[in-house]
């Protein structure tokens, strides 16, 4: 069965790095997008970050645009975040997600995600 799994959570002071891994199996991992989102409690979810199928194009949210990094090893099945100088507002559950549709439309707030993970906690403390 399709499945993500999200793994490399934890908590680290302001200003450190974290890099989280998002696992994939059972489909044909580069014929889809992969997104980065997360949740902080009492907030809605917010698109973080994706990185399409094949042609390599990014979208970063204005929030972690010049910190955060994401990219893909189709030869793994594997999507990665690597997030540096991170803030105690990037506290959250992030969740990688995929979709046959195009980066456009996490960049524009729009449904992205027919397979989920099950996330991961980054907690950074002030």
């Known amino acids: 069965e399709v499945q993500l799994m999200e793994s490399g959570g934890g908590l680290v002071e302001a200003g450190g790095s974290l890099r989280l891994s998002c696992a994939a199996s059972?489909?044909?991992?580069?014929?889809?997008?992969i997104a980065w989102f997360r949740q902080a409690p009492g907030k809605y979810r917010e698109g973080v970050s994706c990185i399409s199928s094949s042609d390599g194009n990014t979208y970063y949210a204005d929030s972690v645009k010049g910190r955060f990094t994401i990219s893909r090893d189709n030869a793994k099945n594997a999507a990665y975040l690597q997030m540096n100088s991170l803030k105690p507002e990037d506290t959250a559950v992030y969740y990688c997600a995929r979709d046959e549709l195009p980066c456009t439309q996490v960049a524009t707030e729009e449904p992205f995600g027919d397979y989920w993970g099950q996330g991961t906690q980054v907690t950074v403390s002030s």
């Open positions: 059972g489909f044909t991992f580069d014929d889809y997008a």
